[in-house]
């Protein structure tokens, strides 16, 4: 069987397990809505495992359906199967996803939920990734928003629970209105949004859509959206975003971060795939604390209960998050780079100066710091607002103005490319004084 079949037998399913999700259409796979960055041939091996999957896949069967034109070796599957555990944070020796039958192949043991997409690929409405753990009061808010208004954006940091906020929302409101239609587009996928939004519509009736990833809404695409919700008179709009969209009768839902005893029960509900979780304990309690209930920092700590135990975990946390870094493909530099991509160039220049800054901390401290990177009052102010806005800063009122502070997360990644930048003048003044010795 050649590439193109087996791609053809994948390409009318969705695969979900666990926080992934592997589009046959696409041939792609997604962690949090996030892309995850691997190999095409270990892509090529996982389609085929989880077509499969229950089933033990021989060795041969595996490279003659991935290589079906090439002589490889055993060597070239093994290649690409550690770089496929390696995405999805497996272990082999305590498989979460793959087994291996030493001598005779794989097997694809995590439950899998298989959907026939067929021609509504690209736009049905996908079940949520997971459940939506203690986001009771920000479901009824977002409802009666969508009460009031046509257009109701869920905006915050990447990693905080959007998109599956908005999938547990519209599929409830679905079956609420009765006809109702729901459709699904991921602006972060859809390389012609303004196509993808055309195509997903249709005239008449009700229809909600769900547009996730609206920081890669272009100007062409929020214009033709503003007509149809100008003349579709059925259309619902839910969107989601790292940034407001800033469109007429848009309404605002920021969505915060978990609390306490949600982000426990979060940790603890994902952890115990690896060993079970004393929800009271205090060290689960700490780690929750360190990552202030952001829920994709809190699933990936879980994920390292497979190593570690909750007491360790807490203790490493501490390291710069570099217990986490591991998993940074769909991880939480995954999470904030294309943030970090949007921003100007004054704005990443704030963002790595007021890293250094501990807690939180007022726009007179902000442009003292970055005084000595030659920026003004007036880029500091800018670019304070654009991270706000990029919500890679929280800003709080007080009694003597604005305070703002960096949280858990973003401090870690922020500090991260400090040290790249660093790196990078370092190279290029080693490089300038190699070349000068030279001349000289």
């Not at 792609?28 to 999957?53: G, K």
């Not at 599957?77 to 770089?83: C, D, I, N, Q, T």
């Not at 996730?212 to 149809?228: I, Q």
């Not at 309404?251 to 603890?268: R, V």
Request: proline content about 4%; charged content about 20%; glycine content about 8%.
């Amino acid at each position: 069987m050649d590439m193109h079949s087996y791609r053809t037998t994948a390409s009318d399913k969705e695969y979900r397990f666990g926080p992934f999700r592997f589009d046959g259409a696409q041939h792609a796979l997604f962690r949090a809505n996030a892309r995850v960055v691997t190999s095409r041939h270990a892509l090529a091996v996982l389609a085929v495992l989880l077509e499969q999957h229950g089933r033990l896949v021989g060795v041969r069967e595996l490279i003659e359906r991935v290589w079906p034109d090439d002589a490889v070796q055993e060597n070239n599957l093994a290649v690409h199967m550690r770089k496929l555990r390696m995405a999805l944070g497996d272990d082999s020796r305590r498989p979460i996803h793959i087994a291996t039958v030493n001598g005779r192949g794989y097997r694809f043991v995590a439950p899998v939920d298989t959907r026939d997409v067929g021609m509504l690929a690209p736009y049905a409405l996908p079940a949520p990734p997971c459940r939506a753990i203690g986001r009771a009061g920000a479901m009824d808010a977002v409802l009666a928003l969508c009460a009031r208004r046509r257009l109701v954006t869920i905006v915050g940091p990447g990693g905080i629970g959007k998109t599956t906020l908005a999938l547990t929302l519209a599929r409830a409101m679905a079956m609420a209105k009765e006809g109702g239609d729901a459709r699904f587009i991921d602006l972060g996928i859809h390389g012609d949004a303004r196509r993808a939004i055309g195509d997903a519509l249709r005239p008449g009736g009700r229809t909600i859509l769900v547009l996730d990833g609206c920081e890669h809404l272009c100007e062409a695409s929020a214009l033709l959206l503003d007509t149809m919700l100008a003349t579709m008179s059925g259309l619902r709009v839910l969107a989601t975003s790292r940034v407001p969209l800033e469109m007429r009768g848009e309404a605002l839902h920021w969505l915060a971060p978990l609390d306490t005893q949600a982000a426990i029960a979060l940790f603890a509900e994902r952890a115990v795939r690896y060993r079970p979780v004393d929800a009271n304990a205090p060290e689960v309690a700490a780690i929750c604390a360190r990552l202030e209930g952001h829920p994709l920092a809190i699933e990936l700590a879980a994920q390292r209960m497979d190593t570690f135990s909750a007491g360790e975990i807490a203790a490493r946390l501490d390291e710069r998050l570099s217990l986490l870094r591991s998993y940074r493909h769909g991880g939480l530099a995954a999470a904030f780079d294309s943030s970090y991509a949007a921003l100007s160039a004054s704005a990443r220049r704030v963002l790595c100066g007021l890293a250094v800054l501990p807690g939180a901390f007022g726009m007179g401290a902000a442009r003292r710091v970055l005084a000595s990177e030659g920026l003004d009052a007036a880029s500091v102010a800018d670019g304070v607002g654009e991270l706000v806005t990029n919500s890679l800063l929280q800003a709080t009122p007080s009694g003597c103005g604005m305070r703002y502070r960096m949280t858990a997360t973003v401090k870690p990644y922020a500090l991260d490319k400090v040290d790249e930048i660093n790196a990078q003048r370092a190279i290029r003044h080693a490089s300038s004084h190699c070349i000068a010795s030279v001349v000289s």
